[in-house]
């Protein structure tokens, strides 16, 4: 029996090892990922945004989801530029799309994906993830029409 403890405490160990090795492999780029996710942030201004919306339900609902792909980040910060953007004027069409997008698709993000999820599955996912997220939008809104 004390062997096969040592067995198995020893393929922990390896195992351990072999994720430390492969989390000091993906460091440089989790690294990058989330410095190019702050410049977004401080680049695409919440003015910035507001000058690409017109007020027609289905350009707005696709430039929100563009939008908010590209400058992906945290959810909380999403909620805070969408209420400030809905002060501004802006469609719930397009808030709606652009904090649904923001959690859900990445350019940023896109390289780190693909060397841990591979391409194939990184471009159905964010394919599936834009698609959606029109459509969730758009059915999200309407909800909310239909129960005020």
Aim: hydrophobic residues 55%; aromatic residues 8%.
């Amino acid at each position: 029996m004390k062997k096969e403890q040592g067995g198995q405490k020893k393929s922990f160990v390896q195992v351990l090892r072999r994720s430390l090795f492969s989390f000091a492999k993906m460091l440089p780029m989790i690294l990058g990922v989330v410095g190019t996710v702050g410049l977004f942030q401080a680049l695409i201004t919440p003015e910035m945004l507001r000058a690409l919306f017109t007020g027609n339900v289905l350009y707005d609902t696709l430039v929100g989801t563009v939008a908010g792909g590209i400058a992906a980040g945290q959810a909380m910060v999403s909620y805070i530029i969408g209420g400030e953007l809905l002060k501004e004027g802006i469609s719930l069409y397009a808030v709606a799309a652009f904090v649904l997008s923001w959690v859900t698709l990445g350019v940023v993000q896109l390289p780190l994906e693909v060397e841990v999820l591979g391409m194939r599955f990184t471009v159905l996912r964010n394919l599936l993830a834009f698609l959606f997220t029109i459509l969730v939008a758009l059915a999200t809104v309407k909800s909310v029409e239909l129960l005020s």
